[in-house]
């Protein structure tokens, strides 16, 4: 099966570093990669999306990378304050062609401290 | 526009009730996903639903679990009988197209007593 790993359960940095998150993929190289926040008690609020012909993304303070020859995406928070800290979730499609539902990491808790 | 909406926010229910869950997705968006998010763990995929169709139910338990998504109203997640290890996190989200990014709705807190 197609799975889906974040290397990191908790990462905590010094308000104004860059965050960086990582997620590896396993078998083939899906079709994209999706990054999602997710805080307490909320659900998953989309971010970015990668596809797997672009190898880098950014959004304002965010920069996402798609390696596939690593099997690896990294996610970049630059600037990180401390609103930043939530669970970063990275999901890709389990089946090549299948863009049907998304596979889960189980995420990587950032904490920003000020 | 709002956004994913589902209730109840929480719920309670027996062992051996049923709970109902219900969303409605984004205007505009004919694809609703259901996702089932364990204390600990990652969101796990159940059912993936078109209106009136299910699309992808692999990841939904073959028994006491259903889910629809009617012409009209909302989509429902049912659970019959309900079990302790039922007790979750249920995530609702939609999207305009299978490819495209999910829109998640709050969740419905289930509580198995």
């Known amino acids: 099966s197609q799975k889906i790993e974040q290397n990191s359960e908790a990462l905590n940095i010094q308000e104004g570093k860059t965050a960086t998150l990582t997620c590896n993929y396993t078998?083939?190289?899906?079709?994209?990669l999706q990054w999602y926040r997710q805080d307490p008690g909320r659900g998953p609020v989309f971010l970015l999306l990668?596809?797997?012909?672009?190898k880098e993304k950014r959004k304002e303070r965010l920069k996402v990378t798609f390696d596939t020859t690593l099997k690896q995406s990294l996610f970049h928070i630059t600037a990180s304050q401390p609103a930043d800290s939530a669970t970063y979730l990275c999901?890709?499609?389990?089946?090549?062609?299948?863009?049907?539902?998304?596979?889960f990491g189980s995420g990587t808790q950032l904490t920003v401290l000020p | 526009n709002a956004g994913v909406m589902q209730n109840p926010r929480h719920l309670v229910r027996r062992r051996g009730q049923e709970a109902r869950l219900r969303c409605s997705p984004m205007?505009?968006?004919?694809?609703v996903y259901w996702y089932r998010q364990l204390p600990e763990e990652g969101l796990k995929f159940m059912v993936y639903?078109?209106?009136?169709?299910?699309?992808?139910e692999s990841g939904m338990p073959k028994e006491r679990f259903s889910a629809e998504f009617p012409k009209e109203g909302p989509s429902i997640l049912r659970i019959q009988q309900v079990v302790r290890g039922d007790s979750a996190a249920y995530f609702c989200?939609?999207?305009?197209?299978?490819?495209?990014?999910?829109?998640f709705g709050p969740g419905t807190r289930l509580t198995v007593t």
């Open positions: 989200a939609s999207s305009p197209a299978p490819s495209y990014e999910q829109y």
């Open positions: 078998n083939y190289s899906p079709a994209y």
């Open positions: 990668i596809r797997e012909n672009e």
């Open positions: 999901a890709r499609p389990p089946e090549p062609g299948s863009a049907r539902q998304l596979t």
């Open positions: 205007k505009g968006h004919s694809h």
């Open positions: 639903l078109q209106k009136e169709n299910i699309i992808d």
